[in-house]
């Protein structure tokens, strides 16, 4: 029987990854994209992880920062790279709000990725500089009902985790305040604490130092449970906005074909990096809480944030970019 020469040729790209993923796999340094600057809690988790997995896979797993565009540049870097498990990207929840605040994107959010596993839950915290007077998520609430519209907020870009987990909020607390969006947290923190924007969702790392210093006051959390870091932090909902809960995860991800194989192997070495004692302590400072699934509980979890988020993008009106 004779082969066409496009089945020879998928035959003839198959054969290296199949023969490969059966090898000494790895056998060199695996580059791992974060779609953000240094220093933000998506960079400061995959560098935790990163060192944990290397070491235990007898490896180097070097972090590039590919930021920019909402994390979308870093995306489509891993979108073509080779699906050979030696480029792989630690993003967050903002993987799943790009699709539908692009009008168009160079890769398929679905079809090019295979998801490894998320790593952590991190809640993002409600802080309010002292200056504002504001000691309660009750007392943010009338005051943003006293003078509609005349309240706002940062984000740390245009779609980000933090802009969606503030927009959620004010949709299900019926209220009117502005995104104020910035590159990053950290400039963003710097402005909610001087007391030049309202209020800010933001993850708990880059704020916990000044929360304990009360150069910050946290409102609650926009988490579905309270945080580890701040347990007497009450969440948006018990503090009186049912419906205003956000999950922000990070996670893994290789380009889609990666063989099953090799994800399942980077799944395992995850999960054996998440129960060391220094990754424990890591995640405690951050606030974050480990969270690990299968690939393909994976897969089904963030098929169904996609739709989920398109109705709250839609529900907030956000804009969508054109480029």
Excluded: C
């Excluded at 000494?24 to 997995?53: C, E, H, L, Q």
């Excluded at 104020?180 to 933001?202: L, N, Q």
């Excluded at 063989?259 to 999960?271: F, G």
């Amino acid at each position: 029987m004779k082969l066409s020469r496009r089945a020879l040729a998928a035959a003839a790209f198959a054969l290296p990854l199949a023969a490969f993923a059966q090898s000494g796999y790895p056998s060199k340094p695996i580059r791992v994209i974060v779609p953000f600057a240094a220093g933000s809690t998506t960079d400061i988790i995959a560098r935790a992880i990163g060192d944990k997995m290397g070491q235990s896979m007898g490896t180097t797993l070097v972090i590039e920062n590919k930021g920019g565009a909402s994390g979308t540049i870093g995306q489509a870097a891993v979108a073509t790279a080779a699906p050979d498990g030696y480029t792989l990207m630690i993003h967050s929840s903002s993987h799943t709000v790009s699709p539908h605040t692009f009008a168009k994107l160079p890769f398929d959010t679905v079809a090019d990725f295979a998801p490894v596993t998320p790593i952590s839950s991190t809640p993002n915290v409600l802080v309010i500089a002292p200056s504002k007077n504001i000691k309660s998520l009750k007392e943010l609430l009338a005051a943003a009902r006293a003078k509609p519209g005349s309240m706002n907020f940062a984000s740390a870009g245009q779609g980000s985790a933090t802009h969606l987990n503030a927009e959620k909020f004010k949709l299900a607390a019926k209220i009117d305040a502005q995104n104020i969006p910035f590159k990053g947290s950290a400039e963003a923190v710097t402005e909610v604490a001087a007391g030049r924007v309202d209020y800010y969702f933001s993850p708990i790392a880059p704020v916990i130092g000044q929360i304990k210093t009360g150069q910050l006051v946290p409102l609650a959390v926009g988490s579905p449970k309270r945080a580890a870091a701040l347990p007497d932090v009450p969440t948006t909902a018990e503090a009186g906005v049912p419906g205003s809960e956000f999950n922000f995860w990070i996670g893994m991800f290789a380009p889609a074909r990666t063989p099953k194989d090799i994800v399942d192997r980077l799944q395992a070495e995850v999960v054996k990096a998440l129960a060391t004692p220094e990754v424990k302590e890591r995640f405690a400072a951050l606030g974050a809480d480990a969270w690990t699934l299968k690939p393909a509980e994976f897969d089904a979890y963030l098929r169904e944030e996609i739709k989920t988020n398109a109705a709250l993008v839609k529900a907030a009106g956000l804009e969508v970019h054109k480029q």
